[in-house]
């Protein structure tokens, strides 16, 4: 498994571009510099009044695949 932590802090009013589909991924910046490309609906159980805010560990196999995102 990898692991790959970083943190958020978009507005509920940016995020809802995402969810009403004007933009489908959202990139983030991990921790170790590393740029990750992941799909809107990924965040939505995560999304509160204030938006989309907070550490996540994003958790992927050995091919890369997606296993899994949390809030930490």
Do not use: C, W
Request: charged share 15%.
């Amino acid at each position: 498994m990898n692991y790959y932590y970083f943190s958020l802090n978009i507005p509920y009013q940016v995020y809802l571009t995402h969810y009403n589909g004007a933009a489908n991924n959202i990139v983030v910046m991990t921790d170790n510099g590393l740029r990750l490309q992941l799909p809107a609906t990924r965040f939505r159980p995560f999304v509160t009044q204030l938006g989309l805010k907070g550490r996540f560990r994003l958790t992927t196999d050995q091919n890369s695949k997606f296993v899994k995102l949390e809030v930490l």
